[in-house]
């Protein structure tokens, strides 16, 4: 029981960390495309070198926005094989409660479904 509770919290936690760390990501990537956006209009009414070099930067703004949401997703992906991982455990310490909660959610389901008909 003790480790149930255990893991329970550490699954918490791990999710609580995930929503942070996501939301950090999505404001960067999100502040960085709209930096490389304004820096793309601004070129756009400029000519010559001065609009080239403001091309060049948003351009620049732009891949790392990229990079960031690559190393995001690679992260994302790590936590989610952790979770999984802790579910699986989970489910191994606690097989009857684990059944009881799926045919809960599963009679749960059936009578909603019963009843749109």
């Given at each position: 029981?003790?480790?149930?509770?255990?893991?329970?919290?550490?699954?918490?936690?791990?999710?609580?960390?995930?929503?942070?760390?996501?939301?950090?990501?999505?404001?960067?990537?999100?502040?960085?495309?709209?930096?490389?956006?304004?820096?793309?209009?601004?070129?756009?009414?400029?000519?010559?070198?001065?609009?080239?070099?403001?091309?060049?930067?948003?351009?620049?703004?732009?891949?790392?926005?990229l990079g960031r949401a690559g190393r995001y997703?690679?992260?994302?992906?790590?936590?989610?094989?952790?979770l999984a991982h802790d579910a699986d455990v989970?489910?191994?310490?606690?097989?009857?409660r684990t059944v009881a909660v799926a045919a809960?959610?599963?009679?749960?389901?059936?009578?909603?479904?019963?009843?749109?008909?």
């Open positions: 029981m003790l480790d149930t509770t255990r893991s329970n919290v550490k699954a918490q936690a791990h999710a609580q960390q995930f929503d942070s760390n996501l939301a950090d990501a999505q404001s960067d990537v999100k502040s960085l495309v709209r930096d490389a956006q304004s820096m793309l209009t601004a070129a756009g009414a400029l000519t010559g070198e001065k609009a080239d070099e403001l091309r060049n930067r948003g351009m620049e703004m732009l891949d790392r926005a997703q690679g992260q994302a992906l790590e936590k989610g094989k952790e989970y489910v191994k310490d606690n097989p009857w809960g959610v599963g009679v749960l389901l059936g009578v909603l479904l019963s009843r749109k008909q």
